[in-house]
Protein backbone atom coordinates (compact mmCIF):
# COMPACT_ATOMS: atom_id res chain seq x y z
CA UNK A 1 0.00 0.00 0.00
CA UNK A 2 2.85 2.42 0.82
CA UNK A 3 4.00 1.68 -2.61
CA UNK A 4 1.04 4.28 -3.75
CA UNK A 5 2.46 7.22 -1.96
CA UNK A 6 5.66 7.04 -3.87
CA UNK A 7 5.52 9.62 -6.38
CA UNK A 8 8.11 11.83 -8.72
CA UNK A 9 10.02 14.39 -7.30
CA UNK A 10 7.49 17.46 -6.84
CA UNK A 11 4.63 15.51 -7.63
CA UNK A 12 3.17 16.35 -3.68
CA UNK A 13 4.70 19.95 -4.07
CA UNK A 14 2.42 20.70 -7.30
CA UNK A 15 -0.93 19.10 -5.68
CA UNK A 16 -0.35 21.35 -2.92
CA UNK A 17 0.17 24.45 -5.05
CA UNK A 18 -3.30 23.87 -6.73
CA UNK A 19 -5.01 22.34 -3.96
CA UNK A 20 -4.16 25.42 -1.53
CA UNK A 21 -5.95 28.29 -3.61
CA UNK A 22 -9.25 25.44 -4.04
CA UNK A 23 -9.36 25.77 -0.57
CA UNK A 24 -9.13 29.16 0.12
CA UNK A 25 -11.52 30.30 -2.42
CA UNK A 26 -13.71 27.55 -0.84
CA UNK A 27 -12.93 28.88 2.80
CA UNK A 28 -14.15 32.25 1.81
CA UNK A 29 -16.71 31.30 0.28
CA UNK A 30 -17.79 29.32 3.35
CA UNK A 31 -16.94 32.32 5.37
CA UNK A 32 -19.09 34.40 3.59
CA UNK A 33 -22.22 31.85 4.27
CA UNK A 34 -21.08 32.04 8.06
CA UNK A 35 -20.32 35.95 8.50
CA UNK A 36 -24.25 36.59 6.57
CA UNK A 37 -25.54 33.73 9.03
CA UNK A 38 -24.34 35.48 11.86
CA UNK A 39 -25.05 38.82 10.84
CA UNK A 40 -28.70 37.91 10.39
CA UNK A 41 -29.22 35.63 13.44
CA UNK A 42 -28.11 38.57 15.70
CA UNK A 43 -31.61 39.99 14.80
CA UNK A 44 -33.27 36.70 16.25
CA UNK A 45 -34.11 33.73 15.23
CA UNK A 46 -37.07 34.42 13.13
CA UNK A 47 -34.87 36.24 10.54
CA UNK A 48 -32.33 33.56 10.58
CA UNK A 49 -35.02 30.75 9.16
CA UNK A 50 -36.04 32.84 6.97
CA UNK A 51 -33.11 33.61 5.13
CA UNK A 52 -32.52 29.75 5.72
CA UNK A 53 -35.49 28.85 3.66
CA UNK A 54 -34.56 31.54 1.03
CA UNK A 55 -31.15 29.54 0.39
CA UNK A 56 -33.03 26.64 -0.43
CA UNK A 57 -33.76 27.43 -4.13
CA UNK A 58 -30.39 29.60 -4.10
CA UNK A 59 -28.57 26.08 -2.95
CA UNK A 60 -29.87 24.78 -5.90
CA UNK A 61 -29.00 27.89 -7.98
CA UNK A 62 -25.10 27.30 -6.69
CA UNK A 63 -25.06 23.93 -7.92
CA UNK A 64 -26.23 23.84 -10.79
CA UNK A 65 -23.63 26.68 -11.70
CA UNK A 66 -21.05 24.69 -10.26
CA UNK A 67 -22.49 21.64 -12.13
CA UNK A 68 -21.74 23.77 -15.52
CA UNK A 69 -18.05 25.04 -14.08
CA UNK A 70 -17.33 21.33 -13.45
CA UNK A 71 -18.98 19.94 -16.70
CA UNK A 72 -16.51 22.54 -18.25
CA UNK A 73 -13.56 21.44 -16.20
CA UNK A 74 -13.84 17.75 -17.59
CA UNK A 75 -13.16 19.39 -21.17
CA UNK A 76 -11.05 22.28 -20.43
CA UNK A 77 -8.67 20.39 -18.35
CA UNK A 78 -8.08 17.91 -20.90
CA UNK A 79 -8.03 20.56 -24.23
CA UNK A 80 -5.43 22.60 -21.57
CA UNK A 81 -3.21 19.29 -21.18
CA UNK A 82 -3.74 18.87 -25.60
CA UNK A 83 -2.53 22.89 -25.53
CA UNK A 84 -5.42 23.96 -27.58
CA UNK A 85 -6.90 26.94 -26.42
CA UNK A 86 -9.99 27.36 -29.09
CA UNK A 87 -11.41 24.23 -28.12
CA UNK A 88 -10.97 26.35 -24.60
CA UNK A 89 -12.59 29.41 -25.56
CA UNK A 90 -15.63 27.63 -27.24
CA UNK A 91 -16.35 25.19 -24.09
CA UNK A 92 -15.85 28.52 -22.25
CA UNK A 93 -18.58 30.27 -24.36
CA UNK A 94 -21.28 27.29 -24.08
CA UNK A 95 -20.90 27.06 -20.03
CA UNK A 96 -21.61 31.30 -19.86
CA UNK A 97 -24.28 31.08 -22.46
CA UNK A 98 -25.82 28.17 -20.23
CA UNK A 99 -24.88 29.61 -16.73
CA UNK A 100 -26.20 32.97 -17.54
CA UNK A 101 -29.55 31.39 -19.00
CA UNK A 102 -30.10 29.67 -15.60
CA UNK A 103 -29.07 32.78 -13.54
CA UNK A 104 -31.58 34.68 -15.21
CA UNK A 105 -34.66 32.32 -15.09
CA UNK A 106 -34.35 31.90 -11.17
CA UNK A 107 -34.17 35.64 -10.89
CA UNK A 108 -37.37 36.45 -12.77
CA UNK A 109 -38.91 33.49 -10.79
CA UNK A 110 -37.58 34.70 -7.13
CA UNK A 111 -38.03 38.65 -8.49
CA UNK A 112 -41.37 38.40 -8.99
CA UNK A 113 -42.87 35.48 -7.69
CA UNK A 114 -41.35 35.65 -4.10
CA UNK A 115 -44.03 34.93 -1.79
CA UNK A 116 -45.66 32.03 -3.79
CA UNK A 117 -41.94 30.50 -4.62
CA UNK A 118 -40.89 30.65 -1.12
CA UNK A 119 -44.44 28.72 0.13
CA UNK A 120 -43.06 25.67 -1.92
CA UNK A 121 -40.58 25.11 0.57
CA UNK A 122 -41.88 26.08 4.19
CA UNK A 123 -45.49 25.91 6.12
CA UNK A 124 -44.77 29.04 8.62
CA UNK A 125 -46.11 32.04 7.17
CA UNK A 126 -43.98 34.55 8.83
CA UNK A 127 -40.89 32.69 7.73
CA UNK A 128 -41.81 32.83 4.21
CA UNK A 129 -43.18 36.42 4.02
CA UNK A 130 -39.21 36.84 5.80
CA UNK A 131 -37.66 34.50 3.42
CA UNK A 132 -39.71 36.20 0.18
CA UNK A 133 -38.29 39.91 1.33
CA UNK A 134 -34.74 38.47 0.74
CA UNK A 135 -35.25 36.29 -2.43
CA UNK A 136 -36.80 39.41 -4.33
CA UNK A 137 -33.61 41.20 -3.99
CA UNK A 138 -30.97 38.38 -3.85
CA UNK A 139 -31.94 36.35 -6.78
CA UNK A 140 -30.33 38.92 -9.39
CA UNK A 141 -27.16 38.68 -7.98
CA UNK A 142 -26.73 35.25 -9.15
CA UNK A 143 -26.96 36.24 -12.65
CA UNK A 144 -24.01 37.96 -12.14
CA UNK A 145 -22.64 34.81 -10.24
CA UNK A 146 -22.79 33.07 -13.45
CA UNK A 147 -20.39 34.10 -15.22
CA UNK A 148 -18.11 34.96 -12.66
CA UNK A 149 -18.00 31.25 -11.81
CA UNK A 150 -17.69 30.23 -15.37
CA UNK A 151 -14.74 32.32 -15.65
CA UNK A 152 -13.10 31.00 -12.52
CA UNK A 153 -13.93 27.14 -13.15
CA UNK A 154 -12.12 27.97 -16.80
CA UNK A 155 -8.88 28.94 -15.04
CA UNK A 156 -9.20 26.56 -12.40
CA UNK A 157 -9.20 23.65 -14.89
CA UNK A 158 -6.02 25.43 -16.56
CA UNK A 159 -4.40 25.34 -13.70
CA UNK A 160 -4.53 28.54 -12.41
CA UNK A 161 -6.90 28.24 -8.93
CA UNK A 162 -5.55 31.85 -7.94
CA UNK A 163 -7.39 34.08 -10.30
CA UNK A 164 -11.01 32.78 -8.24
CA UNK A 165 -9.30 33.46 -4.75
CA UNK A 166 -7.93 36.99 -5.80
CA UNK A 167 -11.95 37.84 -7.20
CA UNK A 168 -13.88 35.69 -4.50
CA UNK A 169 -11.28 38.17 -1.81
CA UNK A 170 -12.79 41.14 -3.23
CA UNK A 171 -16.59 39.79 -3.16
CA UNK A 172 -16.17 38.75 0.36
CA UNK A 173 -14.74 41.90 1.78
CA UNK A 174 -17.37 44.06 -0.15
CA UNK A 175 -20.30 41.56 0.84
CA UNK A 176 -18.86 41.41 4.81
CA UNK A 177 -19.02 45.36 4.73
CA UNK A 178 -22.22 46.39 2.88
CA UNK A 179 -23.71 43.82 5.04
CA UNK A 180 -22.86 45.96 8.33
CA UNK A 181 -23.91 48.93 6.51
CA UNK A 182 -27.24 47.94 5.06
CA UNK A 183 -28.22 45.44 7.54
CA UNK A 184 -27.42 47.70 10.51
CA UNK A 185 -27.96 51.14 8.97
CA UNK A 186 -24.69 52.28 9.72
CA UNK A 187 -22.52 55.05 7.18
CA UNK A 188 -26.24 57.03 7.21
CA UNK A 189 -27.90 53.98 5.61
CA UNK A 190 -31.04 53.09 5.77
CA UNK A 191 -31.80 49.71 8.82
CA UNK A 192 -32.84 47.19 6.19
CA UNK A 193 -32.78 44.03 8.63
CA UNK A 194 -32.23 40.48 5.91
CA UNK A 195 -32.83 43.11 3.00
CA UNK A 196 -29.79 44.68 3.57
CA UNK A 197 -28.54 41.37 3.67
CA UNK A 198 -30.05 40.39 -0.39
CA UNK A 199 -28.69 44.06 -1.29
CA UNK A 200 -25.21 43.79 0.04
CA UNK A 201 -25.25 39.76 -1.64
CA UNK A 202 -26.34 41.70 -4.97
CA UNK A 203 -23.61 44.55 -5.18
CA UNK A 204 -20.67 42.26 -3.92
CA UNK A 205 -22.03 40.05 -7.28
CA UNK A 206 -21.72 42.89 -9.73
CA UNK A 207 -18.70 43.89 -8.47
CA UNK A 208 -16.84 40.72 -8.95
CA UNK A 209 -17.88 39.84 -12.19
CA UNK A 210 -17.07 43.57 -13.22
CA UNK A 211 -13.75 42.43 -11.97
CA UNK A 212 -13.53 38.71 -14.10
CA UNK A 213 -14.59 40.74 -17.34
CA UNK A 214 -11.67 43.46 -16.59
CA UNK A 215 -9.20 40.65 -15.84
CA UNK A 216 -10.57 38.86 -19.13
CA UNK A 217 -9.91 41.47 -21.32
CA UNK A 218 -6.25 42.47 -19.98
CA UNK A 219 -5.02 38.92 -19.67
CA UNK A 220 -2.18 37.78 -21.23
CA UNK A 221 -1.95 34.08 -20.39
CA UNK A 222 -5.06 33.21 -22.01
CA UNK A 223 -6.83 35.50 -24.49
CA UNK A 224 -10.30 35.81 -25.03
CA UNK A 225 -11.11 35.32 -28.73
CA UNK A 226 -14.77 36.84 -29.10
CA UNK A 227 -15.68 34.62 -32.28
CA UNK A 228 -15.52 31.57 -30.76
CA UNK A 229 -16.90 32.20 -27.31
CA UNK A 230 -19.95 33.73 -28.54
CA UNK A 231 -19.99 31.41 -31.60
CA UNK A 232 -18.89 28.43 -30.12
CA UNK A 233 -20.26 26.33 -33.50
CA UNK A 234 -22.60 22.78 -33.32
CA UNK A 235 -19.57 20.17 -32.84
CA UNK A 236 -18.11 21.74 -29.54
CA UNK A 237 -21.61 22.46 -28.63
CA UNK A 238 -22.72 18.63 -29.00
CA UNK A 239 -19.26 17.60 -27.30
CA UNK A 240 -20.48 19.55 -24.29
CA UNK A 241 -23.86 18.03 -24.37
CA UNK A 242 -22.80 15.00 -24.39
CA UNK A 243 -19.91 15.30 -21.65
CA UNK A 244 -21.03 18.26 -19.64
CA UNK A 245 -24.93 17.78 -19.24
CA UNK A 246 -24.46 14.47 -16.90
CA UNK A 247 -22.64 16.95 -14.72
CA UNK A 248 -24.71 19.73 -15.14
CA UNK A 249 -27.56 17.30 -14.57
CA UNK A 250 -25.84 15.91 -11.59
CA UNK A 251 -25.80 18.66 -9.25
CA UNK A 252 -28.89 19.94 -10.20
CA UNK A 253 -30.57 16.87 -9.45
CA UNK A 254 -28.00 16.66 -5.90
CA UNK A 255 -28.87 19.86 -5.23
CA UNK A 256 -32.57 19.43 -5.69
CA UNK A 257 -32.41 16.48 -3.57
CA UNK A 258 -30.18 17.88 -1.36
CA UNK A 259 -32.25 20.63 -1.14
CA UNK A 260 -35.64 18.54 0.16
CA UNK A 261 -33.85 17.72 3.29
CA UNK A 262 -34.92 21.46 4.95
CA UNK A 263 -38.18 20.97 2.87
CA UNK A 264 -38.75 18.57 5.10
CA UNK A 265 -37.92 20.27 8.11
CA UNK A 266 -39.60 22.95 7.53
CA UNK A 267 -43.12 20.98 7.67
CA UNK A 268 -42.20 19.26 11.15
CA UNK A 269 -42.97 20.64 14.04
CA UNK A 270 -40.43 23.12 15.66
CA UNK A 271 -39.31 23.53 12.49
CA UNK A 272 -38.49 27.18 13.05
CA UNK A 273 -35.74 25.74 15.46
CA UNK A 274 -35.00 22.81 13.62
CA UNK A 275 -34.27 25.35 10.63
CA UNK A 276 -32.03 27.79 12.41
CA UNK A 277 -30.27 24.78 13.91
CA UNK A 278 -29.71 23.77 10.59
CA UNK A 279 -28.53 26.94 9.52
CA UNK A 280 -25.97 27.36 11.66
CA UNK A 281 -25.03 23.70 11.17
CA UNK A 282 -24.91 23.79 7.35
CA UNK A 283 -22.53 26.61 7.82
CA UNK A 284 -20.11 25.15 9.98
CA UNK A 285 -20.22 22.05 8.07
CA UNK A 286 -19.24 23.99 4.78
CA UNK A 287 -16.23 25.25 6.93
CA UNK A 288 -14.71 22.11 7.64
CA UNK A 289 -15.34 20.69 4.41
CA UNK A 290 -13.60 23.00 2.44
CA UNK A 291 -10.69 20.78 2.38
CA UNK A 292 -12.49 17.95 1.05
CA UNK A 293 -13.70 19.74 -1.57
CA UNK A 294 -10.32 21.07 -2.49
CA UNK A 295 -8.69 17.39 -2.78
CA UNK A 296 -11.78 16.83 -5.06
CA UNK A 297 -11.02 19.74 -6.86
CA UNK A 298 -7.12 19.09 -7.52
CA UNK A 299 -8.22 15.40 -8.50
CA UNK A 300 -9.96 16.47 -11.60
CA UNK A 301 -7.47 18.88 -12.66
CA UNK A 302 -4.60 16.66 -12.39
CA UNK A 303 -6.66 13.65 -13.80
CA UNK A 304 -7.75 15.40 -16.69
CA UNK A 305 -4.37 17.07 -17.27
CA UNK A 306 -2.68 13.28 -17.26
CA UNK A 307 -5.23 12.22 -19.53
CA UNK A 308 -4.79 15.33 -21.72
CA UNK A 309 -0.95 15.02 -21.89
CA UNK A 310 -1.53 11.66 -23.18
CA UNK A 311 -0.50 9.60 -19.86
CA UNK A 312 -3.93 7.49 -19.42
CA UNK A 313 -1.42 4.89 -17.96
CA UNK A 314 -0.67 6.37 -15.12
CA UNK A 315 -3.87 8.23 -14.44
CA UNK A 316 -5.72 4.63 -12.50
CA UNK A 317 -2.85 4.75 -9.79
CA UNK A 318 -2.91 8.59 -9.46
CA UNK A 319 -6.63 8.15 -8.86
CA UNK A 320 -6.02 5.22 -6.14
CA UNK A 321 -3.86 7.97 -4.28
CA UNK A 322 -5.87 10.72 -4.64
CA UNK A 323 -8.69 8.76 -3.33
CA UNK A 324 -6.55 7.43 -0.21
CA UNK A 325 -5.33 11.08 1.00
CA UNK A 326 -9.37 12.17 1.05
CA UNK A 327 -10.05 9.13 3.27
CA UNK A 328 -7.20 9.70 5.60
CA UNK A 329 -8.01 13.16 5.62
CA UNK A 330 -11.51 13.30 6.25
CA UNK A 331 -10.66 10.82 9.37
CA UNK A 332 -7.90 13.20 10.89
CA UNK A 333 -10.37 16.51 10.02
CA UNK A 334 -13.38 14.62 11.57
CA UNK A 335 -11.41 13.58 14.66
CA UNK A 336 -10.39 17.49 15.08
CA UNK A 337 -13.62 18.67 14.38
CA UNK A 338 -15.29 16.66 17.20
CA UNK A 339 -13.12 17.66 19.57
CA UNK A 340 -13.68 21.97 18.43
CA UNK A 341 -16.96 20.77 18.60
CA UNK A 342 -16.85 20.23 22.72
CA UNK A 343 -14.40 22.86 23.52
CA UNK A 344 -15.26 25.86 21.07
CA UNK A 345 -18.27 25.32 19.03
CA UNK A 346 -20.50 25.05 21.24
CA UNK A 347 -19.19 26.98 24.10
CA UNK A 348 -18.23 29.99 22.07
CA UNK A 349 -20.07 29.92 18.61
CA UNK A 350 -23.29 28.95 19.91
CA UNK A 351 -24.28 32.45 22.47
CA UNK A 352 -23.16 34.33 19.28
CA UNK A 353 -26.05 33.02 17.45
CA UNK A 354 -28.74 33.36 20.31
CA UNK A 355 -30.20 29.87 19.88
CA UNK A 356 -32.45 28.30 22.24
CA UNK A 357 -31.18 25.60 23.94
CA UNK A 358 -33.28 22.76 21.78
CA UNK A 359 -32.07 24.54 18.96
CA UNK A 360 -28.15 24.04 20.19
CA UNK A 361 -28.95 20.56 21.48
CA UNK A 362 -29.98 19.38 17.63
CA UNK A 363 -27.09 21.65 15.59
CA UNK A 364 -24.89 19.95 18.19
CA UNK A 365 -26.21 16.17 17.11
CA UNK A 366 -26.39 17.36 13.29
CA UNK A 367 -22.92 17.97 13.79
CA UNK A 368 -21.31 15.29 15.65
CA UNK A 369 -23.13 13.02 13.13
CA UNK A 370 -21.18 14.70 10.06
CA UNK A 371 -18.05 14.63 11.53
CA UNK A 372 -18.63 11.17 12.14
CA UNK A 373 -18.97 10.44 8.32
CA UNK A 374 -16.55 12.72 7.38
CA UNK A 375 -14.03 9.98 6.35
CA UNK A 376 -16.74 8.71 3.95
CA UNK A 377 -17.74 11.71 2.40
CA UNK A 378 -14.28 13.09 1.73
CA UNK A 379 -13.63 9.79 0.21
CA UNK A 380 -16.84 10.28 -2.06
CA UNK A 381 -16.22 14.03 -2.94
CA UNK A 382 -12.81 13.12 -4.37
CA UNK A 383 -13.61 9.87 -6.21
CA UNK A 384 -16.90 11.13 -7.47
CA UNK A 385 -16.22 14.93 -8.32
CA UNK A 386 -12.43 14.33 -8.88
CA UNK A 387 -11.12 11.16 -10.00
CA UNK A 388 -14.32 9.23 -11.78
CA UNK A 389 -15.43 13.08 -13.27
CA UNK A 390 -12.03 14.15 -13.99
CA UNK A 391 -11.22 10.55 -15.97
CA UNK A 392 -14.49 11.57 -18.28
CA UNK A 393 -16.45 9.08 -16.69
CA UNK A 394 -19.39 11.37 -15.91
CA UNK A 395 -22.31 9.23 -16.87
CA UNK A 396 -21.26 6.47 -14.06
CA UNK A 397 -20.48 9.21 -11.35
CA UNK A 398 -23.76 10.74 -12.04
CA UNK A 399 -25.71 7.69 -10.73
CA UNK A 400 -23.31 6.99 -8.25
CA UNK A 401 -23.99 10.46 -6.96
CA UNK A 402 -27.70 10.56 -7.62
CA UNK A 403 -29.04 7.08 -6.85
CA UNK A 404 -28.02 6.75 -2.82
CA UNK A 405 -29.46 10.19 -2.45
CA UNK A 406 -32.88 9.73 -4.47
CA UNK A 407 -33.27 6.01 -3.63
CA UNK A 408 -31.78 5.47 -0.37
CA UNK A 409 -31.60 8.91 1.84
CA UNK A 410 -34.63 11.54 0.93
CA UNK A 411 -37.57 8.19 1.38
CA UNK A 412 -36.13 7.14 4.31
CA UNK A 413 -35.84 11.25 5.73
CA UNK A 414 -39.14 12.20 4.37
CA UNK A 415 -40.53 8.49 5.98
CA UNK A 416 -38.97 8.87 9.57
CA UNK A 417 -39.71 13.48 9.98
CA UNK A 418 -43.09 13.27 8.06
CA UNK A 419 -44.94 9.80 8.19
CA UNK A 420 -43.75 8.48 11.93
CA UNK A 421 -42.45 11.58 13.07
CA UNK A 422 -39.65 10.12 14.55
CA UNK A 423 -38.06 13.79 15.70
CA UNK A 424 -34.71 15.50 13.77
CA UNK A 425 -32.12 12.31 14.66
CA UNK A 426 -33.43 9.96 12.41
CA UNK A 427 -34.29 12.87 9.55
CA UNK A 428 -30.19 13.37 9.89
CA UNK A 429 -29.31 9.38 10.45
CA UNK A 430 -31.31 8.81 7.18
CA UNK A 431 -29.57 11.92 4.92
CA UNK A 432 -26.00 10.07 6.53
CA UNK A 433 -26.87 7.12 5.19
CA UNK A 434 -26.12 7.57 1.26
CA UNK A 435 -22.38 8.20 2.00
CA UNK A 436 -22.23 4.24 2.91
CA UNK A 437 -23.86 3.21 -0.04
CA UNK A 438 -21.79 6.05 -2.41
CA UNK A 439 -18.44 4.43 -0.89
CA UNK A 440 -19.08 1.24 -2.04
CA UNK A 441 -20.27 1.60 -5.41
CA UNK A 442 -17.72 3.91 -6.09
CA UNK A 443 -15.00 1.65 -4.82
CA UNK A 444 -16.03 -0.93 -7.09
CA UNK A 445 -16.53 1.44 -10.34
CA UNK A 446 -12.75 3.11 -9.40
CA UNK A 447 -11.58 -0.80 -9.23
CA UNK A 448 -12.87 -1.89 -12.88
CA UNK A 449 -10.60 1.04 -14.19
CA UNK A 450 -12.83 1.58 -17.28
CA UNK A 451 -13.38 5.38 -16.11
CA UNK A 452 -10.52 6.77 -18.16
CA UNK A 453 -11.68 8.24 -21.25
CA UNK A 454 -10.22 10.96 -23.52
CA UNK A 455 -13.29 12.90 -24.13
CA UNK A 456 -11.71 15.32 -26.45
CA UNK A 457 -11.29 12.45 -29.05
CA UNK A 458 -14.00 12.99 -32.28
CA UNK A 459 -14.57 9.34 -32.50
CA UNK A 460 -14.36 8.25 -28.80
CA UNK A 461 -16.42 5.53 -28.50
CA UNK A 462 -18.28 4.40 -25.08
CA UNK A 463 -17.68 1.53 -23.30
CA UNK A 464 -19.50 0.04 -20.74
Known sequence: MFKLFRREAGFYRKLLALALPILLQNLITNSLGLVDTFMVGTMGQGPLAGVTLANIPVFVVQLMMFGIQSGSSVLISQYWGKGDRAAINRVMGIGMYAAGAIGLVFALIMGFLPSQFMSLFGSDPQVIATAARYARIVGWSYFFDSFVQVYNGVHR????????????????????????????????????????????????????????????????RFRIDPALLFRPGGEMTRRFVRFATPVMCNETFWGLGTSLFPTIMGHMDGSEEILAAYAIAGNITNLCTVGVFAIAGTAAILVGQEIGSGNADRVYSLGGLLDALAFLFGMAAGA?????????????????????????????????????????????????????????????????????????????????????????????????????????????????????????????????
Open 157 to 220: AMGDPRRGLYILGVSMACNTFLNWVFIFGNLGAPRLGVEGAALATLLARVVSCAIAIGWAVRDR
Open 336 to 464: VFLALLHFFIVPVLYPLFKLTPSAGDICTMMLTLVFLFLPLRSFDTTNIVGVLRGGGDVRAATIIDLLPLWVISLPLAALAGLVLQAGILWVYVSMMSENVVKSLVGFLRYRTGRWVRDVTLPDLRERA
